[in-house]
């Protein structure tokens, strides 16, 4: 049996799905491809600086208007890379309240909202250069409805620089990609 003959390419246009990200995530000449060359089938896909997508993904979160649910608090949560109890502990409120949060048994007062967000803006900044903070917006913010799907926020997300494919080293940045009005 003969090895098949492998190439690599960038994707121009990747959707994460089945990824544990609640949101439609789109990622554009940025994804990785092994193609086997005989059949034309994806043989594996890459995604490079994952950790540093994640972080862009959750500072755009904290930029947008619509309110955070639960789902959105556990997926900022799990970026941070932190315990339920020690975010709790974080931000100053019971951990019964955290999991009321995040199993949507009670909603984020505004105030507690904004001061979240700004937390994990803090935290996340250094690893998403790319992406541009502005405190101000965020402490000013007309928060509104979060839709029933969260599938239905969208991000597309491109590479700002690319990495070097030999040693798989990447010191890229992740930025959002503006969409066409």
Known sequence: MMNATVKETILDQHD???????????????VIAEIDEESGEIVSTEIPAFDSLMASIALRRCHR??????EDL?????????????FAHEI???VA???RWET???????AQERLIRLFIVEILKDQAPAIPI????IMQIGLKAT?????ALNFDFSLRCFLDRASRHSEENWAEVPHAA
């Open 97 to 99: 309240t955290l999991s």
């Open 92 to 94: 100053n409120i019971e």
């Open 104 to 110: 949507a048994r009670q909603t984020i007062g505004e």
């Open 147 to 151: 839709p029933a799907d969260l599938k």
């Open 74 to 86: 556990r997926f900022l949560r799990r970026v941070l890379g932190i315990t339920a109890k020690d």
């Open 134 to 137: 502005d405190r101000k917006c």
């Open 16 to 30: 994460l799905d089945d990824s544990g990200i609640p949101y439609r995530i789109t990622l554009q000449n940025a």
């Open 65 to 70: 208007a619509e309110k955070l649910c639960g």
